[in-house]
Structures are given as C-alpha cells and as structure tokens.
C-alpha cells in the first residue's frame, strides 16, 4: 500500500502547486507584473541590444559587467561586484539570506568588433555573436529585476530573491564565477537554490549536469628548415598522428552512456618551409558518466604515446616530446526527480501551456548540482539559434512566455516546499 499512498501524496501535492500558481498569476500585482513583460517589450529588446554590443569574450567580462551593474542599480538594486567579477544584485537590502539566485552569465564565445556586428534586422531579428548565448539570460535578468520594481509590494516580496550576472561560463572559464559564488563567497553561501537563464526557448528544464575534462597537448621537437633537414620528428606530424588515432575509435555519441569529444583549436608552426619546434592541440570531452570520462580521457594518452612512438621510429636525430595538461574539469550532478524546484517549474509549465522536457547538459548549473544544490538551467524565452558562431541570432517572439514562466516559478520558490510564505504572497497579490 505505500506505492499507491505515496503516489497519492504526490499527486495531491502537484494538483495543490498547481492551484496556487493558477491564483498567483490571477492576482491583482502579480498579473500586472507578467502583462508588462508584453508592455514593455521594446524596453527589453533596447536593453538586449546595447549589452550585446559591449564584448565580453570569457576572462575580459568586465566593461560589460560594469554596465549591468550600472543598469541594476539604476532599475533600484542594491548592486555590487564581488571579487571574481560577478554582478551581484538584491530587489531591496538585505544582508541575511537564504537566498533564491536568478543568474545567466556575462561572457561569451565570440565577441563583436564593432557595433554594427550586433543588429536588429527589419524583420526583428537580433544577430551577432552572443545574441542568444547569453545575452538572452542577461536581457531576461533586467526584464524580471524592472518587472519587480515597477510593480507595487513585489520588491519586498522577493526580498530574498539575489539577481546574479556571472563570469566565466564559456570555454575555458572553466564555470569560475559559478565556483567562487558556492565555494568563496559569502552571498553564495547563503544561497540555497539556483534557477539559471541560460539562451533562449523555453523547451528544456537541465536538471542533470553533464560532467566535461578539457585538455591541451602540447608536441615539442628540434625543429629546422624543411630541406636541409629534412627526416628530423616533426610535432604537428605527430600531433595531427595522434588525432587520427583517437578519432579512429568509436565513441558513444548516441550511445548510452552518450559522450563526446571535439579538438576545437590546433596550431603549430611559423612558416611553410620550417619544421615545427611545437604543435599544440585542445580537446574537449563529455560523457554523462564519469567513469567513461575517464576511459576516453586514457584513450587520449595512449593515442598521443602511440603518436610519438610511430614519429620518433621514423625520424632522424633528437625525438619530440609531448606534455598533456588539464586545463578545465567541470564536475556532474543530478537533481532528485522529486526536487521542489522541478515540482515549481513543472506546474508553472502546465499552467502556461509549455510542454518542456529534462535534459543534460553543461552550463554554470554543475557546480551547485555537483555539491548538493537544488539548481535548473532553462532558457529566457524567444527563438535562438547558431550559438558559438558568427551567425548567431535572436528573434523576440515568444520571450514574454519565458519571462512569465521564470517570474511565476520565483514566486513558487519563495513560497517554499511547505507553504511557508503563503499568505505572504496572497497579502502581496
């Protein structure tokens, strides 16, 4: 009988969560609140494009954090930025906690040389790198900080709420904001749960944290002119051997465990007609099991070992050397299938009439999944596509749906998993 009682419990508790959101939204404040998201959405589209223009390419976030915290400040916020560079922002003061934090992170892959790489196009298009990724979650941030602010009593109602812009999401940044906050800071230990904006959409709910190791290969060898000496080891030959070992085998990308490996950048070399003194690669590999991690992380070594040998026997005179360095490890982590937070966003999807589903996936959610914190990732709203390359781009139609749903699943949380702060919401309603 405790499958049935239980089952029971769950549902009651759903049927219960979804009520309140359906009374939350037809509330006076509230309701005024997810309208000026459609109000004003010429306001967010403004915002989306002058911070989309400012370059924040990973490790020089800093001109762009400071204008977002310049705009916090000027919508109301009591604004900072700690020590690793992150934009922290509270609705009203308050120093104690717990806090709720909404984050999307500041920094992306490419960034605009200028201006015009940045554009809104006649057919409400936004194109340029970064548009999407993340410059959707940054937008959505401002969006919900200036929705709280214009309306009356929610600002104290969400007192506990903390708006975070973060660094170091992308690439090599290694998820460095997200690590200082739950590791170092004193706000982010007073944090209990992360809703993170991350792009676009509002199709997916990442609940599952997909763990990644980054390495660089580095071949080192004599070098020398490519006539007279001719037959010395030549690194980018082994290097490039190397690759074609690995490459060789077969990983699981559809597979289960599903896992992945990219070399996205690869130099080496001063001219054509000169033998390397140095190759270097970078690898990136992902598995949703950290035991396969490990495994392809191996195969890496003996393919590199492999290279060097197969080089070096063919080779006259002094023989290249390779070193292998780590240089970013992102932890994975699960959420409970039964974690308030998905209960939260699920309920608000059913009232919205978004159909969503759980994914894995990287983003700045590992690090408080990889400790213990209840953390989802989820898109801002609107319609994004070619992240990561020059062909980036945003179109707004839809993003009031995102907002709605990243206000209504806030105002869940801060009513808590027992119903805490109830009444307090109804008063402010």
């Known amino acids: 009988m405790a499958a049935p009682t239980k089952l029971a419990s769950d549902l009651s508790a759903s049927q219960a969560l979804s009520k309140f959101v359906a009374e939350c939204a037809s509330s006076a404040a509230i309701r005024d609140a997810l309208q000026w998201f459609a109000r004003e959405k010429q306001w967010i589209n403004d915002r989306h494009l002058q911070l989309c223009r400012i370059p924040a390419p990973t490790f020089f976030e800093q001109k762009r954090a400071e204008w977002m915290l310049a705009q916090f400040r000027a919508l109301g916020c009591i604004a900072r930025m700690d020590r690793a560079g992150n934009v922290i922002a509270h609705p009203v003061e308050n120093r104690e906690g717990p806090y709720i934090a909404l984050t999307a992170h500041l920094d992306t892959v490419l960034a605009p040389r200028a201006n015009e790489d940045v554009a ?191 080089e070096n026997d063919r080779a006259t005179g002094p023989k290249v050397t390779a070193k292998i360095k780590e240089i970013g490890a992102r932890p994975g982590g699960r959420l409970p299938d039964d974690a308030y937070i998905l209960q939260c966003v699920r309920a608000v999807d059913s009232h919205l009439g978004i159909r969503s589903h759980l994914d894995c996936a990287s983003t700045d959610a590992n690090i408080p999944l990889s400790i213990g914190l209840p953390a989802i990732s989820i898109g801002a709203g609107g319609q994004g596509g070619g992240a990561h390359t020059p062909q980036e781009w945003f179109h707004p139609d839809g993003r009031e749906l995102g907002l709605k749903r990243v206000l209504l699943t806030l105002l869940m949380l801060v009513r808590g998993p027992n119903g805490a702060n109830t009444e307090l919401i109804r008063s402010a309603g």
């Not at 077969?250 to 992945?260: A, C, Q, T």
């Open 120 to 310: 809104m196009g006649a057919d409400g298009n936004l194109r340029g790198p970064g548009v999407s990724d993340n410059g959707a979650g940054l937008a959505g941030l401002l969006a919900i900080a200036r929705a709280i602010q214009v309306s009356p009593g929610l600002n104290e109602l969400f007192r506990n709420l903390v708006f975070i812009a973060n660094v170091g999401e992308e690439g090599e940044g290694n998820l460095s904001g997200m690590r200082y906050l739950s590791r170092q800071s004193n706000t982010g230990s007073r944090i209990e749960t992360f809703l993170i904006l991350d792009g676009p959409n509002t199709d997916h709910i990442t609940s599952q944290a997909l763990a990644s190791r980054r390495f660089d290969v580095t071949v080192n060898g004599p070098g020398g002119h490519s006539w007279s000496d001719y037959g010395l080891a030549n690194p980018v030959h082994a290097l490039s051997r190397a690759i074609a070992f690995f490459t060789e085998q077969r990983v699981p990308g559809n597979g289960s465990p599903r896992s992945s490996y990219n070399f996205g950048i690869f130099e080496g070399g001063s001219s054509i007609n000169s033998i390397p003194t140095q190759a270097r690669a970078k690898v990136d590999i992902r598995s949703e099991s950290p035991a396969k991690i490990e495994e392809i992380s191996s195969l890496l070594t003996n393919c590199v070992e492999r290279a060097l040998e197969t």
